[in-house]
């Protein structure tokens, strides 16, 4: 049973540059949700999808963008990157309806800006 | 709003030696709890979780943790700790999904060193 797969593992790119990253949810799961982690910080929730709609988004601006595929995968996209934007990007994938929809993380995208 | 305290940025104990992980939630109403795991470059994984019932959950590599309402509070406990266990440890608070929001709230984590 494969778990959430993320690609790239790593990432680097220049300020104002655009860049897009990938999320392939657990086998089973509906929903996608995404954060990001600063260095030495906790996880913070950008937004999540669920059946190809942004279904709640945090506090980001709208710089941060995503996209949900039929097949439940997703995309994260980022423009006009900022030095502040480099962290680790993490996706968790859910099952919309069961019990608390656990969330089950990936192993992350780890994006520097320079 | 939902809040997450982890007092400990950093705990060092002696393999073999008890632990206990504090963390504290702000919440209006009965919340949904996780801690998760982190090693080092690594995703997170889900050590355990408590949505209602049983207050001691226990979960996987030997880790239970406690709901205490009147203390707001979801510490995650292991009698005996491995090497293999120094890792980031974040305590999460969610939502009821009937609220239509199911985000996370982290913690800011606490790092433990185990010791020979």
């Known amino acids: 049973d494969a778990g959430v797969t993320q690609s790239p593992t790593h990432l680097i790119k220049t300020r104002g540059q655009q860049v897009t990253l990938r999320c392939s949810p657990k086998s089973g799961h509906d929903t996608v949700s995404w954060y990001q982690q600063a260095l030495g910080q906790g996880p913070q929730f950008i937004f999540q999808?669920?059946?190809?709609?942004?279904?709640q988004r945090g506090n980001f601006p709208d710089r941060f963008s995503g996209h949900q595929f039929p097949n439940y995968s997703s995309e994260l996209n980022v423009n006009a990157l900022l030095l502040g934007d480099s962290a680790l990007y993490l996706c968790?994938?859910?099952?919309?309806?069961?019990?608390?929809?656990?969330?089950?993380f990936g192993p992350g995208t780890r994006l520097l800006v320079l | 709003a939902q809040s997450v305290t982890q007092p400990d940025i950093h705990i060092t104990v002696s393999e073999g030696a008890s632990l206990e992980l504090r963390c504290n939630y702000s919440y209006g109403a009965t919340p949904y709890l996780f801690w998760y795991v982190q090693s080092p470059g690594q995703g997170l994984q889900l050590l355990l979780k408590?949505?209602?019932?049983?207050?001691l959950v226990q979960g996987i590599k030997g880790f239970e943790a406690e709901f205490k309402r009147s203390q707001s509070s979801f510490n995650l406990r292991k009698p005996s700790v491995h090497w293999s266990d120094a890792a980031e440890y974040f305590c999460a608070v969610g939502r009821p999904p009937q609220t239509g929001a199911n985000n996370l709230f982290f913690g800011t984590g606490t790092r433990l060193t185990v010791i020979p």
């Open positions: 408590y949505f209602s019932g049983d207050t």
């Open positions: 999808y669920y059946e190809e709609e942004e279904r």
């Open positions: 968790a994938s859910s099952l919309a309806r069961s019990v608390g929809e656990t969330q089950y």
